[in-house]
């Protein structure tokens, strides 16, 4: 079972930057989907973006699509989420889950879901805080 781990969060004016990695230990991350959750003070969880095993599929949240950008780098094992124009409504403790591909090995891949449960491998989170 793969294990994954996030870093790079922290603390951004409004309109800064930052890039958060998801880092995967036990076993590669080539054979899985990734996708990346937040979770602010009193909310619930939501997705924010997904990737398939090889790239084919993203995904994005409405709400973040064209500020976000969600890549992989299967030989590092890591999938990276950049965040540009940060608001203070992203504020939130950022998760990355894994999800084995069963198509993995075949020319078919798994489009990754939305859903947080789906997800085999979680992540611990990082905590990312929009603020002046």
């Known amino acids: 079972q793969v294990q994954v781990v996030e870093s790079g969060g922290g603390t951004v004016q409004p309109g800064g930057s ?9 076993r590669t991350l080539s054979s899985y989907a990734v996708g990346w959750f937040r979770q602010a003070p009193g909310k619930e969880r939501e997705f924010v973006a997904s990737i398939s095993r090889s790239g084919t599929y993203i995904d994005y949240a409405e709400s973040v699509k064209g500020r976000f950008t969600i890549s992989r780098d299967n ?13 203070p409504e992203d504020t939130a403790v950022y998760f990355c889950a894994a999800s084995y591909d069963t198509y993995s090995g075949s020319s078919y891949e798994y489009r990754p879901t939305r859903l947080w449960r789906k997800y085999d491998a979680r992540g611990q989170g990082t905590q990312v805080t929009v603020s002046t």
């Not at 930052?18 to 036990?26: I, N, Q, V």
């Not at 030989?75 to 608001?87: D, P």
Request: charged share 15%; aromatic share 4%; net charge positive.
């Open 75 to 87: 030989a590092e094992a890591t999938v990276y989420l950049q965040m540009n124009s940060l608001k």
């Open 18 to 26: 930052l890039r958060l990695s998801c880092a995967a230990s036990g």
